[in-house]
């Protein structure tokens, strides 16, 4: 990696959150990545690879840690039983080899809960696809980073050919050293981080204070609109929803479909400056347009979808940092713009105002407090809320060029994102001159994956025509 990344020794807040309400199947966090390989890569240096990376990226050796009785989110710690042939295993597709088969094998593989007592991530090397090729397929659970951190943890297992490159050739790093605390250094350290929590906090409490003062003596009047717009924005972030927006899609279950859709980078990049905006802008609007078809196909006229994206909050000063950086922000998207160029320009707007939300960077402080509340009361909360999102997209740029894994060149790479209590979840993920898009249903909303499928194909025709 061109920088070491810096990993923090407990979850923040926010993923101590998403961690806990996991007591609901439904709302698990499970991230699925499917690399497409045009041939068997060599396995003897893969293990060696990814043994190199677990100690290199000590995060893939760390379970988590946590009590009911600590007031501190989980710890990160060393798995002393640690086994790498747990994490990795080969398995042959059944079936004639084909994407639907590998789809059908994967999407089973991800629904399975994680072993809570060992690393949160595991990964299969499957052959017997069609003409040669094989698929390395990885789970990790969500707490360990959000996508963009992922891709960084995982620069340390491709390769720009397919010979080995000279750090193969290095002495292999040591392990990271195991330390099991006792109950005594558990509840001093949960002190410590709780301290220097708190001292953080009110350190920038009162820098904001000193601010706000300068402010309310230079201008009252936008001092208190400020304040009045910052406490509205944490009402919109916690704002509770009873169903659904969409009067079709309104079945939740623990039961998830895989489909993907395939385009070229370049049209879809066209399309958005044309509307001036970004590729995210035209993605979402490709999807947007798939939903109103796929009602329409139904007989159903539905005027807007609430859905949940991401808000990526690294910034130059906290790139190298692991783990999530991101805040899920909901809201209503409209269906009824059929003019493409329109709706793109729509799209960007809303996303322009989600991004300049005041509650933003106070997220980690809200949660915080919501971990406070009994498991139960916080599942149940966010549960009512998650469930009633009915579609989640997400954006994450990978690597412009050709990688290579252990002598095999990936041809196309999908990144499945959890429901985490939504209708579908839609992940667009650029490489080396295509966008890959993952689509996960849940079986109970969309029982008709394939119309689905069809409905979003054709918003994305809709989008790319206007280029």
Not at 12 to 38: F, G, K, N, V, Y
Not at 165 to 186: F, I, K, N, Y
Not at 353 to 369: H, M, T
Request: proline share 7%; net charge negative; aromatic share 6%.
């Amino acid at each position: 990696m061109s920088e070491e990344l810096q990993f923090e020794n407990r979850m923040s807040d926010a993923d101590a959150l998403m961690w806990h309400i996991e007591r609901d199947p439904q709302l698990r966090s499970t991230i699925t990545s499917i690399w497409i390989l045009d041939s068997m890569p060599d396995e003897g240096r893969l293990m060696e690879k990814i043994e190199r990376a677990s100690r290199i990226v000590p995060r893939l050796r760390e379970r988590v840690s946590s009590s009911q009785f600590s007031m501190s989110p989980p710890r990160w710690e060393v798995d002393p039983d640690f086994e790498l042939a747990y994490h990795i295993r080969r398995t042959r597709l059944a079936g004639d080899g084909t994407m639907r088969d590998l789809l059908d094998t994967s999407q089973l593989f991800a629904m399975q809960a994680f072993d809570r007592d060992r690393p949160l991530w595991e990964m299969r090397l499957i052959d017997g696809l069609a003409d040669g090729r094989t698929a390395l397929v990885m789970k990790l659970h969500h707490a360990l980073s959000d996508g963009v951190g992922l891709v960084r943890m995982t620069t340390s297992m491709v390769e720009r050919g397919r010979e080995p490159e000279s750090g193969d050739l290095d002495p292999m790093p040591d392990p990271p050293p195991v330390h099991l605390m006792t109950q005594a250094e558990r509840f001093l350290d949960a002190l410590d981080y709780e301290r220097r929590k708190q001292t953080d906090r009110v350190r920038r409490t009162w820098n904001a204070l000193g601010e706000s003062l300068a402010e309310v003596a230079r201008d009252p009047v936008t001092a208190a609109k400020d304040l009045s717009e910052a406490v509205s924005s944490v009402g919109r972030l916690l704002q509770p929803v009873s169903e659904p927006a969409s009067p079709l899609m309104q079945g939740r279950s623990s039961r998830w479909r895989f489909d993907t859709l395939r385009v070229p980078f370049r049209p879809a990049k066209e399309a958005a400056n044309r509307a001036g905006g970004r590729l995210n802008d035209a993605f979402v609007a490709a999807m947007a347009g798939g939903m109103r078809l796929y009602h329409e196909a139904h007989g159903i006229s539905a005027e807007a979808l609430r859905m949940s994206m991401p808000i990526n909050l690294r910034t130059e000063a906290t790139a190298t940092k692991a783990g999530n950086q991101f805040v899920p922000v909901r809201f209503l998207v409209p269906l009824q713009i059929k003019d493409a160029s329109e709706r793109m320009k729509a799209i960007r707007d809303l996303v322009h105002q989600q991004r300049d939300e005041p509650a933003l960077p106070i997220v980690d402080e809200v949660a915080s407090l919501l971990n406070r509340f009994p498991t139960a009361m916080t599942t149940s909360l966010f549960g009512s809320m998650m469930k009633g999102v009915d579609f989640l997209t997400s954006n994450v740029p990978g690597p412009p060029f050709e990688v290579y894994v252990c002598g095999a060149m990936v041809e196309q790479i999908y990144g499945f994102g959890p429901l985490s209590g939504a209708a579908a979840n839609i992940t667009l993920f650029s490489y080396n001159g295509d966008l890959g898009i993952a689509v996960n249903t849940d079986r109970a909303a969309v029982p008709d994956p394939d119309r689905f499928l069809e409905c979003l194909e054709q918003g994305l025709a809709e989008v790319l025509g206007a280029s």
